[in-house]
């Protein structure tokens, strides 16, 4: 992304929405200084790519629940903040408006934005035909990133994903074929399959859980994220706040205890590898508090991070098997 022609602007003191955060200063991945977007967002390497992106991205499900008209105020107000990457999906997945909407407000804009969407179907026809649905309501022809996602799911079947006729070989068709930069896989369970897409596949991004309850439960940032770290496979955070709570009804809030979203932030963002973490934004009050949190985040001492995992493994036994199926 070349934002050298943006003009940065100051931050804005900010709010009293819940706060800590983790990451070991030790490990926490170096913040490149080229930043440049009126926020000044700090970029990271992304993977092996040659590509560097903001440490946030927007989520854009929360703000597509809303509709259309919600949703695409949201999108012009994270533009003119200075957000750059956007991930998204059709509304299927589960993003309501956000697809289309964000193909309206960025189409003046593609060429500097980071656009990422979804196909979420084990076979390789199918999901191409989706792709290309993406593409047409994001209005244009290539997407920056392409999942596979949820790969975990019950309906995404390794055998099928990976085999001749699958989405892999799909997807890699499209990169072939100018369709999408960079391929790769995204999903919230079952990280066995994350390590066999690792093994067979040539990929350059993975998205999974990331959060320091489910740590443990999942496994993704000590066995699957240390892997794909050494293959340079770019590495983005997702459900860092836990995700919605069962039975919520309005798209703004999380299952994350308020004291620690902040330290739900820091964590993610001080994993080694990481380029980026998604977070999920309703309104223009999550997306200011992302960006202060963004803007002045500080990587977790040993101590705090100690602290933090213990006290998610006693958060964690509450939460169970929220992302779905281990195994």
Same mark, same amino acid.
């Given at each position: ?21 983790? $990451? !070991? /200063?030790?490990?926490?991945?170096? *913040?490149?200084?080229?930043? @440049?977007?009126? &926020? ?86 199918? $999901? !191409? /035909?989706?792709?290309?649905?993406? *593409?047409?309501?994001?209005? @244009?022809?290539? &997407? ?184």
């Amino acid at each position: 992304m070349n934002h050298k022609d943006e003009s940065r602007l100051s931050r804005r003191n900010f709010l009293a929405t819940a706060g800590a955060g983790t $990451a !070991l /200063a030790s490990v926490a991945p170096a *913040l490149l200084a080229e930043a @440049t977007s009126p &926020a000044a967002i700090p970029l990271r390497e992304f993977g092996k790519t040659g590509e560097k992106v903001p440490i946030i991205g927007v989520g854009t499900a929360p703000a597509g629940f809303r509709g259309y008209r919600e949703a695409a105020a949201v999108f012009e107000k994270c533009w003119e903040r200075g957000l750059r990457y956007f991930d998204t999906a059709p509304e299927f997945a589960g993003y309501g408006q956000a697809q289309v909407a964000l193909g309206d407000v960025l189409k003046p804009h593609r060429k500097e934005a980071f656009v990422v969407t979804k196909c979420w179907d084990p076979d390789g026809e199918k $999901a !191409l /035909a989706l792709l290309k649905k993406n *593409l047409k309501e994001l209005k @244009t022809d290539y &997407a920056d990133v392409v999942y596979a996602h949820a790969i975990g799911a019950d309906n995404m079947p390794p055998d099928i994903v990976l085999g001749p006729n699958g989405v892999m070989k799909a997807l890699a068709k499209a990169q072939r074929d100018g369709l999408a930069r960079f391929i790769g896989v995204s999903g919230h369970n079952r990280a066995d399959r994350f390590l066999r897409v690792l093994r067979e596949c040539e990929i350059q991004v993975m998205m999974t859980t990331t959060n320091f309850v489910v740590r443990d439960t999942y496994g993704f940032e000590t066995k699957v994220w240390p892997e794909a770290h050494k293959k340079g496979v770019a590495l983005v955070g997702m459900k860092i706040y836990g995700g919605l709570l069962h039975g919520q009804k309005a798209p703004k809030g999380a299952r994350m205890p308020s004291e620690y979203l902040h330290d739900a932030f820091r964590y993610a963002q001080g994993l080694p590898g990481v380029a980026t973490v998604v977070v999920g934004m309703h309104d223009e009050v999550e997306m200011e508090q992302t960006i202060d949190w963004a803007l002045n985040y500080k990587p977790l001492d040993e101590v705090e991070m100690t602290k933090l995992l213990a006290r998610g493994k006693e958060m964690a036994p509450a939460w169970g098997e929220v992302f779905g199926a281990v195994v």
